[in-house]
């Protein structure tokens, strides 16, 4: 084993975002410094069982990822993480795997994690659940903590925080599957007289698009509502902004730790191939088109830059996040979306092509995220724990 922080690659996950999650990793993969860093791939399967190896096709014989043929030898073993202050991968006994498949992690061969890269996205992952288990080992790990994950994953609860630090968003409502249940035409004439069509019905927590619909009269905001309960129990509506540049920005640093601060990228702008940029036009039909930079004037850019820190800065963020706004076309009047914490990392992805063309290259932006995951670890460290 070569000198270098061993750095555990954390992805799949009981997510409805898992495959997405499994084509980041891929590409974190290949972009890592090799030479630099011991890299091992941690992957969590749809039931929530862990997984360790140094092979991700290893990982998907092992039922992890997606399905393909299973190789002769598989070295890979079932792990949990140990949650004492700096705890690490611990192996778990499997009877499904061979104990030939697993000799290659067996007992003290378990490698010890400098840093975690937890590139789950949605539920369990991105959503501050595992941010929690990850600060209980005292393990570093990059991207938002706790707090900051658990409320930009809740679009209702995020709104609210950004209503507070005043910076301008799409107007929505919120409602709960205990009133749509109760109280199913109250809600739809409150929705229509406060929003008016169209309008976007989402889940609360939720990414990658995954329940969204776009609503322009009352039979298919009633379904729209529908579908977006069966994947949470809370769900926003927001009014529909026509006419709009959809911006994203990209952010990299911490928040209120850091004298550097955190820096916003250069902005693009997403094209979508549908109606709105919904999950088959992001991941599957490759008809979206992204404009780097974004065709805005200078005063817009940088308007968008600084709501961007300023949201980033509103929920303690750390590490990394993509902003998303809407500029109006003719008015130039810039809304904020939202805020994601883990944001792909596939090839086609925005976070990534936003440094490259901000001057940081995907590897280098790589090493910046891991020495952010450490510099936020060791300010905690100085922290007291007993009083």
Known sequence: ?????????????????????VTSARSILKALHRNKYNVHLIGIDKSGHWYLSDDIE???????????EAADSVSTTTVSLSLHNQGNLTRLPDSSISESSISAFSGSHIPAVDVVFPVLHGT??????????????????????VAASALAMDKALAKKVFESANIPQVRYMVCTVWQWQQHKNRVINQI??????????????MGSSVGISKAKKRDQLAIAIEHAFEFDNKIVIEQAMENCHEIECAIL?????????????????????????NYETKYIDDKSQSVIPAPLDAKTTARVQQLAIEAFKAIDGRGLARVDFFVHRDSREVVLNELNTMPGFT?????????????????????RLIELAIENHQSKQLLKRVF
């Open 58 to 68: 290893a990982l998907a014989s092992a039922g992890c990822v997606e399905k393909i």
């Open 192 to 205: 229509e007289s406060d929003l008016g069509y169209a309008m976007f019905v989402k889940p609360a927590n």
């Open 1 to 21: 084993m070569k000198d270098g922080l061993h750095i555990g690659i954390l992805f799949g996950g009981r997510s409805c975002e898992h495959e997405v999650s």
């Open 124 to 145: 369990f992952g991105e959503d501050g659940t595992l941010q929690g288990v990850l600060e209980m080992a005292g393990l570093p790990y990059v991207g938002c903590g």
């Open 253 to 277: 640093g911490n928040a209120h730790i850091s004298n550097a601060g955190p820096a916003a990228s250069v902005l693009g702008e997403i094209i979508p191939g549908a109606e709105f940029y």
């Open 347 to 367: 090839p086609i992805s925005m976070y990534p092509k936003l440094w490259a063309a901000s001057g940081i290259p995907y590897p280098k932006l790589l090493d």
